[in-house]
């Protein structure tokens, strides 16, 4: 049995994913990136065009005996807008799209049946508009994207957009913060 897994996630901006699942419990470690471009190695200036493919994404390494890909999803869903194509609030273009990078066949199937139970439930008064595809290069955000929030807390997408996505998190999946 695998001590550690890969979850791959685009939900708009990385600073708010990664400040997210740098709370929960049973992940490991959480890192800002890009993937599902043409371009090699490409750097924020050149993913901030959407010229190059690529979606903001955080790498986010598990322990699946205390946190599963399933609870990796629910958070995901509750923390970012799915129903909005190319954009979360103000950050628009197609690298703030909402994507599920899946590893393997599980993650696909449990990303699809977590998609059609919340499509069922109507849980979004919207069509879903997450994209499901399979992971392919991570190329590393630049070193002052990493534990961006940590590091600049007062900055005011910080104060203003990540900080009650944080505080959201904190409420709503209070017993899967990091203890």
């Known amino acids: 049995m695998a001590t550690s897994e890969i979850a791959t996630l685009g939900g708009g901006c990385f ?81 703030y799209r909402s994507v599920i990078f899946f590893h393997d066949d599980a993650q696909h199937a449990t990303a699809e049946q977590m998609i059609a139970g919340l499509e069922h439930e109507g849980a979004f008064g919207r069509p879903i508009v997450t994209e499901l595809r399979a992971a392919s290069a991570f190329y590393p955000a630049e070193d002052y994207h990493q534990e961006y929030f940590v590091n600049n807390p007062e900055q005011p997408y910080c104060a203003f957009v990540v900080s009650p996505k944080v505080k959201k998190f904190r409420q709503k999946f209070a017993a899967r913060l990091r203890r």
Do not use: K
Request: glycine residues 10%.
């Open 15 to 95: 600073w708010c994913l990664e400040a997210v699942y740098d709370q929960m419990e049973g992940v490991l470690s959480v890192e800002s990136g890009y993937m599902g471009g043409h371009v090699a190695n490409p750097d924020y200036r050149a993913v901030c065009t959407g010229r190059t493919g690529h979606v903001e994404v955080v790498q986010i390494t598990f322990d699946p005996a205390v946190a599963s890909f399933h609870d990796i999803l629910e958070v995901f869903f509750a923390i970012h807008d799915p129903t909005s194509m190319d954009r979360q609030g103000n950050d628009s273009g197609p690298q």
